[in-house]
Protein backbone atom coordinates (compact mmCIF):
# COMPACT_ATOMS: atom_id res chain seq x y z
CA UNK A 1 0.00 0.00 0.00
CA UNK A 2 3.13 2.52 0.94
CA UNK A 3 4.64 1.42 -2.77
CA UNK A 4 1.34 3.02 -4.35
CA UNK A 5 1.17 5.82 -2.43
CA UNK A 6 4.58 6.64 -3.38
CA UNK A 7 4.20 5.64 -6.77
CA UNK A 8 0.97 7.86 -6.91
CA UNK A 9 2.84 10.90 -4.86
CA UNK A 10 5.59 10.33 -8.00
CA UNK A 11 3.27 10.86 -11.08
CA UNK A 12 1.69 13.68 -9.64
CA UNK A 13 4.69 15.73 -9.19
CA UNK A 14 5.91 14.73 -12.72
CA UNK A 15 2.53 15.45 -14.05
CA UNK A 16 2.77 18.92 -12.72
CA UNK A 17 5.79 19.52 -13.74
CA UNK A 18 4.88 18.29 -17.66
CA UNK A 19 1.61 20.27 -17.50
CA UNK A 20 3.47 23.35 -15.99
CA UNK A 21 6.09 23.11 -18.76
CA UNK A 22 3.70 22.66 -21.58
CA UNK A 23 1.25 25.18 -20.55
CA UNK A 24 3.83 27.92 -20.45
CA UNK A 25 5.03 26.75 -23.66
CA UNK A 26 1.51 27.00 -25.15
CA UNK A 27 1.03 30.66 -23.23
CA UNK A 28 3.92 32.08 -24.61
CA UNK A 29 2.89 30.43 -28.29
CA UNK A 30 -0.86 31.85 -27.69
CA UNK A 31 0.52 35.09 -26.83
CA UNK A 32 2.67 35.58 -29.72
CA UNK A 33 -0.27 34.59 -31.87
CA UNK A 34 -2.80 37.00 -30.58
CA UNK A 35 0.51 39.44 -31.06
CA UNK A 36 0.80 38.91 -34.52
CA UNK A 37 -3.29 38.87 -35.06
CA UNK A 38 -3.11 42.65 -33.43
CA UNK A 39 -0.23 43.61 -35.52
CA UNK A 40 -2.10 42.31 -38.98
CA UNK A 41 -5.41 44.32 -37.99
CA UNK A 42 -4.24 47.39 -36.09
CA UNK A 43 -0.73 48.17 -36.64
CA UNK A 44 0.63 49.59 -40.16
CA UNK A 45 4.07 49.41 -41.70
CA UNK A 46 5.96 52.44 -40.50
CA UNK A 47 6.26 54.64 -43.68
CA UNK A 48 9.74 56.60 -43.76
CA UNK A 49 9.47 59.89 -42.53
CA UNK A 50 11.70 63.05 -42.91
CA UNK A 51 13.64 62.59 -39.69
CA UNK A 52 14.55 59.07 -40.46
CA UNK A 53 15.63 60.54 -44.07
CA UNK A 54 17.51 63.47 -42.94
CA UNK A 55 19.28 60.83 -40.83
CA UNK A 56 20.07 58.67 -43.47
CA UNK A 57 21.27 61.43 -45.58
CA UNK A 58 23.69 62.60 -42.59
CA UNK A 59 25.06 59.26 -42.43
CA UNK A 60 26.00 59.56 -45.64
CA UNK A 61 27.60 62.90 -45.35
CA UNK A 62 29.26 61.37 -42.63
CA UNK A 63 30.62 58.27 -43.83
CA UNK A 64 31.48 60.83 -47.24
CA UNK A 65 33.33 62.78 -45.07
CA UNK A 66 35.47 60.66 -43.43
CA UNK A 67 36.48 59.11 -46.40
CA UNK A 68 38.07 62.40 -47.71
CA UNK A 69 39.57 62.74 -44.61
CA UNK A 70 41.65 59.47 -44.67
CA UNK A 71 42.37 60.60 -47.97
CA UNK A 72 43.66 63.51 -47.08
CA UNK A 73 45.83 62.74 -44.44
CA UNK A 74 47.41 60.10 -46.94
CA UNK A 75 48.09 63.36 -49.24
CA UNK A 76 49.70 65.59 -45.98
CA UNK A 77 52.27 62.73 -45.27
CA UNK A 78 52.79 61.83 -48.97
CA UNK A 79 53.69 65.40 -49.67
CA UNK A 80 50.84 65.69 -52.28
CA UNK A 81 50.36 69.42 -52.12
CA UNK A 82 48.04 69.90 -54.60
CA UNK A 83 45.61 66.86 -53.94
CA UNK A 84 45.70 68.39 -50.17
CA UNK A 85 44.25 72.19 -50.94
CA UNK A 86 41.63 69.97 -53.47
CA UNK A 87 40.38 67.94 -50.73
CA UNK A 88 40.72 70.37 -48.44
CA UNK A 89 38.19 72.34 -50.61
CA UNK A 90 36.09 69.29 -51.06
CA UNK A 91 35.68 68.70 -47.33
CA UNK A 92 34.69 72.40 -46.85
CA UNK A 93 32.24 71.65 -49.66
CA UNK A 94 30.42 68.54 -47.60
CA UNK A 95 30.71 70.23 -44.25
CA UNK A 96 28.98 73.54 -45.30
CA UNK A 97 26.13 70.96 -47.32
CA UNK A 98 24.90 68.45 -44.37
CA UNK A 99 23.42 69.44 -41.46
CA UNK A 100 24.34 66.16 -39.78
CA UNK A 101 21.57 66.35 -38.09
CA UNK A 102 20.97 63.39 -34.93
CA UNK A 103 24.79 62.28 -35.14
CA UNK A 104 26.54 64.68 -32.26
CA UNK A 105 25.21 67.92 -30.76
CA UNK A 106 25.92 71.38 -31.18
CA UNK A 107 29.55 71.45 -29.24
CA UNK A 108 30.23 68.58 -31.64
CA UNK A 109 29.14 70.41 -34.89
CA UNK A 110 31.48 73.73 -33.55
CA UNK A 111 34.23 71.24 -32.86
CA UNK A 112 34.59 69.80 -36.42
CA UNK A 113 33.63 73.66 -38.03
CA UNK A 114 37.05 74.35 -35.61
CA UNK A 115 38.92 71.34 -37.20
CA UNK A 116 38.50 72.23 -40.69
CA UNK A 117 38.68 75.93 -40.07
CA UNK A 118 42.21 75.51 -38.64
CA UNK A 119 43.60 72.95 -41.55
CA UNK A 120 42.07 75.32 -43.84
CA UNK A 121 44.21 78.12 -41.96
CA UNK A 122 47.26 75.63 -42.23
CA UNK A 123 46.97 75.24 -46.12
CA UNK A 124 46.24 78.86 -46.63
CA UNK A 125 49.85 79.77 -45.14
CA UNK A 126 52.22 81.71 -47.08
CA UNK A 127 55.21 79.06 -45.88
CA UNK A 128 54.36 75.20 -46.14
CA UNK A 129 54.59 72.95 -42.46
CA UNK A 130 54.92 69.89 -42.68
CA UNK A 131 54.27 69.58 -38.73
CA UNK A 132 51.09 72.39 -38.59
CA UNK A 133 49.69 70.11 -42.07
CA UNK A 134 49.85 66.82 -40.19
CA UNK A 135 48.88 67.60 -37.15
CA UNK A 136 45.68 69.69 -38.54
CA UNK A 137 44.60 66.73 -40.90
CA UNK A 138 45.23 64.08 -37.81
CA UNK A 139 42.57 66.07 -36.02
CA UNK A 140 40.19 66.02 -38.71
CA UNK A 141 40.95 62.53 -39.50
CA UNK A 142 39.67 61.81 -35.72
CA UNK A 143 37.49 64.01 -35.36
CA UNK A 144 35.66 62.70 -39.18
CA UNK A 145 35.90 59.04 -37.50
CA UNK A 146 34.12 60.01 -34.14
CA UNK A 147 31.05 61.62 -36.02
CA UNK A 148 30.81 58.29 -38.80
CA UNK A 149 31.55 55.83 -35.82
CA UNK A 150 30.73 57.11 -32.40
CA UNK A 151 30.17 53.88 -30.96
CA UNK A 152 33.83 52.70 -31.63
CA UNK A 153 35.74 55.55 -32.65
CA UNK A 154 39.75 55.28 -33.07
CA UNK A 155 40.69 58.01 -30.35
CA UNK A 156 39.68 55.14 -27.80
CA UNK A 157 43.09 53.72 -28.68
CA UNK A 158 44.82 57.16 -26.73
CA UNK A 159 43.83 55.87 -23.34
CA UNK A 160 46.65 53.71 -22.86
CA UNK A 161 48.95 56.87 -23.80
CA UNK A 162 46.70 59.28 -21.47
CA UNK A 163 47.69 56.86 -18.77
CA UNK A 164 51.30 56.68 -19.55
CA UNK A 165 50.99 60.06 -19.10
CA UNK A 166 48.75 60.14 -15.88
CA UNK A 167 51.81 57.47 -14.43
CA UNK A 168 54.39 59.38 -15.12
CA UNK A 169 52.94 62.18 -13.48
CA UNK A 170 51.93 60.01 -10.16
CA UNK A 171 55.76 59.32 -10.36
CA UNK A 172 56.94 62.81 -10.27
CA UNK A 173 54.28 63.57 -7.43
CA UNK A 174 55.53 60.60 -5.37
CA UNK A 175 58.66 62.09 -5.30
CA UNK A 176 57.69 66.01 -5.48
CA UNK A 177 59.45 66.30 -8.38
CA UNK A 178 57.21 68.94 -10.17
CA UNK A 179 59.55 69.60 -13.42
CA UNK A 180 58.71 65.98 -13.97
CA UNK A 181 55.11 66.88 -13.58
CA UNK A 182 55.37 69.71 -15.75
CA UNK A 183 57.05 67.55 -18.48
CA UNK A 184 54.41 64.58 -18.04
CA UNK A 185 51.87 67.03 -17.96
CA UNK A 186 52.99 68.94 -21.37
CA UNK A 187 52.84 65.29 -23.11
CA UNK A 188 49.16 64.07 -21.82
CA UNK A 189 48.13 67.95 -22.97
CA UNK A 190 49.06 67.50 -26.58
CA UNK A 191 47.91 64.05 -27.40
CA UNK A 192 44.59 65.07 -25.69
CA UNK A 193 44.45 67.98 -28.28
CA UNK A 194 44.79 66.24 -30.71
CA UNK A 195 41.43 63.96 -29.42
CA UNK A 196 39.54 66.46 -27.96
CA UNK A 197 37.52 67.19 -31.03
CA UNK A 198 36.75 63.78 -31.47
CA UNK A 199 35.74 63.11 -27.66
CA UNK A 200 33.44 66.31 -28.37
CA UNK A 201 31.54 64.89 -30.95
CA UNK A 202 30.72 60.90 -29.78
CA UNK A 203 30.60 62.45 -25.54
CA UNK A 204 28.87 64.83 -23.39
CA UNK A 205 30.17 68.21 -23.37
CA UNK A 206 30.14 67.69 -19.26
CA UNK A 207 32.72 65.19 -20.06
CA UNK A 208 35.21 67.06 -21.91
CA UNK A 209 34.86 70.46 -19.58
CA UNK A 210 35.95 68.22 -16.69
CA UNK A 211 38.47 66.95 -17.86
CA UNK A 212 39.38 70.38 -19.52
CA UNK A 213 39.38 71.86 -15.65
CA UNK A 214 41.86 69.40 -14.31
CA UNK A 215 44.21 69.94 -16.74
CA UNK A 216 44.03 73.47 -16.32
CA UNK A 217 44.42 73.66 -12.50
CA UNK A 218 47.45 70.84 -12.70
CA UNK A 219 49.08 73.51 -14.91
CA UNK A 220 49.18 75.47 -12.40
CA UNK A 221 50.44 73.63 -9.67
CA UNK A 222 53.96 74.24 -10.39
CA UNK A 223 53.55 78.32 -10.27
CA UNK A 224 51.99 78.24 -7.05
CA UNK A 225 53.61 80.25 -4.43
CA UNK A 226 53.78 77.57 -2.10
CA UNK A 227 55.28 74.26 -3.00
CA UNK A 228 52.07 71.52 -2.42
CA UNK A 229 52.60 68.93 0.11
CA UNK A 230 53.33 65.20 -1.90
CA UNK A 231 49.40 64.25 -0.07
CA UNK A 232 48.19 66.98 -2.34
CA UNK A 233 49.86 66.44 -5.40
CA UNK A 234 48.73 62.62 -5.11
CA UNK A 235 45.35 63.64 -4.55
CA UNK A 236 45.31 65.78 -7.76
CA UNK A 237 46.52 63.05 -9.63
CA UNK A 238 43.63 60.76 -8.44
CA UNK A 239 41.08 63.49 -9.89
CA UNK A 240 42.86 62.90 -13.30
CA UNK A 241 42.58 59.56 -13.62
CA UNK A 242 39.01 59.99 -12.37
CA UNK A 243 37.95 62.21 -15.18
CA UNK A 244 40.25 60.18 -18.06
CA UNK A 245 38.41 57.23 -17.05
CA UNK A 246 34.93 58.58 -17.26
CA UNK A 247 36.05 60.19 -20.89
CA UNK A 248 36.86 56.77 -22.21
CA UNK A 249 33.75 54.82 -20.59
CA UNK A 250 36.02 52.44 -18.39
CA UNK A 251 34.78 50.79 -15.45
CA UNK A 252 36.41 51.12 -11.65
CA UNK A 253 38.31 48.00 -10.78
CA UNK A 254 37.75 46.14 -14.36
CA UNK A 255 40.41 45.25 -17.01
CA UNK A 256 39.96 47.13 -20.15
CA UNK A 257 39.54 43.79 -22.16
CA UNK A 258 37.34 42.10 -19.61
CA UNK A 259 34.12 40.48 -21.14
CA UNK A 260 31.00 39.77 -19.21
CA UNK A 261 29.94 36.28 -18.32
CA UNK A 262 26.70 35.17 -20.48
CA UNK A 263 23.96 34.73 -17.82
CA UNK A 264 23.03 30.30 -17.70
CA UNK A 265 19.80 29.35 -19.25
CA UNK A 266 18.16 26.35 -18.48
CA UNK A 267 15.26 24.62 -20.56
CA UNK A 268 12.52 21.98 -20.71
CA UNK A 269 15.55 19.10 -20.22
CA UNK A 270 16.77 21.33 -16.96
CA UNK A 271 13.40 21.48 -15.61
CA UNK A 272 12.68 17.50 -16.47
CA UNK A 273 16.02 16.93 -14.65
CA UNK A 274 14.84 19.33 -11.70
CA UNK A 275 11.69 17.18 -11.63
CA UNK A 276 13.81 13.56 -11.45
CA UNK A 277 15.73 15.10 -8.46
CA UNK A 278 13.06 16.59 -6.14
CA UNK A 279 11.25 13.14 -6.70
CA UNK A 280 14.80 11.13 -5.90
CA UNK A 281 14.97 13.56 -2.80
CA UNK A 282 11.21 12.50 -1.74
CA UNK A 283 12.12 8.90 -1.98
CA UNK A 284 14.57 9.23 0.03
CA UNK A 285 13.09 10.64 2.58
CA UNK A 286 9.82 8.94 2.28
CA UNK A 287 12.39 5.32 2.71
CA UNK A 288 14.33 7.14 5.72
CA UNK A 289 10.75 8.07 7.24
CA UNK A 290 9.62 4.46 7.02
CA UNK A 291 12.68 2.90 8.06
CA UNK A 292 12.22 4.63 10.98
CA UNK A 293 8.88 3.43 11.86
CA UNK A 294 9.74 0.08 11.08
CA UNK A 295 12.54 -0.09 13.60
CA UNK A 296 10.72 1.59 16.58
CA UNK A 297 7.58 -0.40 15.77
CA UNK A 298 6.30 -2.68 18.99
CA UNK A 299 6.98 -6.18 18.69
Not at 10 to 26: F, K, R
Not at 43 to 70: I, M, N
Not at 236 to 245: C, M
Request: one cysteine or more.
Amino acid sequence: MPRRRYSLLIGLILCWLVAGLYGATGAAAFGTGADHAGSGTVQKVPETTDDGSAVLGARSDAQQLEQAAEALYGYVVDGNVAKVRQLTEEISRIFVSSSFEGLTSVEGINALSAVIIDLKSAIAGVKISPERWESAAARLRLAANSLNHPRQPMWLHYYKLLREDLNAMEQSASASDLTAWKTALERLQGRYDNIRPAVLISRQPEVVNALDSWLSYAAGVPSQSQKPERARLMEIISYGQEAVRVMFGKEKDEPALSLPLAPKEYGAWGLLAAGFIIAALVYVAYRKYRGQNEEWKPV
